[in-house]
């Protein structure tokens, strides 16, 4: 059987981002390649991305909603303001 993980180099590494599936920020810890599958019929693999939030406790995303993190947070734009736009 082979490996269920594998890291893969990514240019944002230790460097804060922003899941923008969830709007969160942190430090991207690793990208790793995983066998996601819960068959042993067939493998899947993912390339998830591990962040370190503030709490100091991680979560994972897929590596496409990884973007870097601006200096200052973005704060959720108001219905005013979508209405204006």
């Known amino acids: 059987m082979s490996e269920q993980y594998e890291y893969v180099p990514h240019r ?31 493998d899947r693999w993912m390339e998830l991305a591990y962040i370190r939030g503030a709490s100091g406790r991680e979560f994972t995303t897929a590596v496409a909603n990884v973007e870097p993190a601006y200096d ?6 108001s219905r005013r303001d979508v209405r204006s736009a």
């Open 12 to 42: 944002l590494l230790r460097r804060r981002v922003r899941d923008i599936a969830s709007g969160a920020e942190g430090v991207l810890m690793a990208v790793i390649n995983e066998n996601v599958s819960d068959s042993a019929d067939y």
């Open 72 to 77: 200052q947070p973005q704060k959720a734009r």
